[in-house]
Structures are given as structure tokens and as C-alpha cells.
């Protein structure tokens, strides 16, 4: 499984429809400061489904729609799409490319897209449990979040292991069974 491309429209920076194109391999980016590098990595974690507001670096979470420039106006809502090469089928669904989206408007309104289909958050969650790709999987490394590693409580390093050896989705289930 490897990440194709993610498309971004009236996310941050990119007011315009961009589609950012990866083959299975290294890919760098790089721009002068304030180019829109780190809203890259935003819109990945944004699409898996990040609430928290602060993780992208805004105030309220309308702070991911194009806020407009001096000579473009502000766009009414923010859309982001990440397509995954499935061959190998890690991604529990019958497809061999998966693609995930969100959208949202200022209004508030928002939705989730698996291959097109709405869906809930959930079941985007559920998707990549155990797959190193989920908000809080290990796959998105922040700025700073090397040094969390390092000096985080022990119950927290054993969550990103959990994540890592694939009992995530054992534990969940295993909670859901004991709460009925
Ligand atoms: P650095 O090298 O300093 O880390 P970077 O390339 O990572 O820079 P980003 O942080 O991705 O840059 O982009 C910051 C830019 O995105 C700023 O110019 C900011 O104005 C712009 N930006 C963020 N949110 C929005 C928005 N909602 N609408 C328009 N522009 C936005
Ligand atoms: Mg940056």
C-alpha cells in the first residue's frame, strides 16, 4: 500500500483545485517558508479525520478553508482527497485504490467519502486501525513529535507499539464487547 496522490481545493493555501501526484517511493517537498509545505501533511491528517483544531494549527476549524488574499476571495468550503494503492489489500475493502475525502463549508455542514460513498469518521477510523495511517498513527511524524516519543509516559509508547504490531484493533473490540 503506498499513498498515490492527494488532491486539495480550498484547503489553506490552495485556493485552486491541486492534485499532488506520488509513486511508490521517496517524495521531498520543498518551498520557501510560508509556501504551504507543512498545510501538505495538514490536509492528510485533516482527511483521516483530525478534529482537534489545534493539530492544524487554526482557531476554529473554518481555519482550513481558503481565508482569500488580497485579490482572490475567500472560498465557501475546503475538500481534500487521498488516493492509496491497495494491491497488497492491507486496506480491509474489496479495492484495489482507495480514496478518502472530506468536505466542509463554512455553514458547518460536513462529510466524509469513502471511494465516493458517505461515510462516517468511524469508518474511516476503522479502516486504517493498525495500519500505521490513522490520525494517530505513526505514519504523520509533526514537527517536535520526535521528542514526545522519546520522553512520552510509558502507557503513551505503548500505544504507538499497539498501533505498530496491529492488536489496536483487538483492544477496540475487546472495549466494545465489555461495555455491553
Ligand atoms: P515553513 O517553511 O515556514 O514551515 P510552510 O511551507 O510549511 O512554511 P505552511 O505553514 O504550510 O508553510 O503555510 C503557511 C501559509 O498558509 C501562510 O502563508 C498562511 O497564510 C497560509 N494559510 C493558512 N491557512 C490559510 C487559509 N485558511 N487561507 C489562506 N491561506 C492560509
Ligand atoms: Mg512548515
Redesign the pocket.
Known amino acids: 500500500m503506498y499513498l498515490k496522490s492527494i488532491e486539495v481545493q480550498g484547503f489553506?493555501?490552495f485556493?485552486n483545485k491541486i492534485v499532488f501526484d506520488f509513486h511508490n517511493g521517496i517524495t521531498g517537498i520543498v518551498?520557501?517558508?510560508?509556501?504551504?509545505?507543512?498545510?501538505?501533511a495538514?490536509a492528510v491528517r485533516w482527511v483521516l479525520g483530525e478534529q482537534r483544531v489545534k493539530q492544524l494549527?487554526?482557531g476554529s476549524m473554518q481555519?482550513?478553508?481558503?481565508?482569500?488574499?488580497e485579490n482572490r476571495r475567500p472560498l465557501s468550503y475546503a475538500y481534500v482527497a487521498i488516493t492509496l494503492d491497495n494491491g497488497d489489500h492491507q486496506l480491509p475493502i474489496d479495492y484495489e485504490e482507495v480514496t478518502v475525502s472530506r468536505r466542509l463549508y463554512r455553514s458547518g455542514e460536513s462529510e466524509y467519502l469513502i471511494n465516493g460513498a458517505a461515510c462516517r469518521l468511524k469508518d474511516i477510523n476503522e479502516l486504517f486501525y493498525d495500519t500505521g495511517i490513522g490520525k494517530e498513527g505513526y505514519s504523520i511524524i509533526g514537527q517536535g513529535q520526535i521528542d514526545r516519543i522519546l520522553s512520552s509516559r510509558p502507557e503513551e509508547s505503548r500505544e504507538l507499539f499497539d498501533e505498530a504490531t496491529g492488536i489496536v484493533k483487538f483492544k477496540r473490540r475487546k472495549n466494545t464487547a465489555q461495555k455491553k
Open positions: 489553506k493555501s485556493a518551498g520557501p517558508n510560508g509556501s504551504g509545505k507543512s498545510n501538505v495538514d494549527r487554526g481555519d482550513v478553508i481558503f481565508a482569500g488574499t
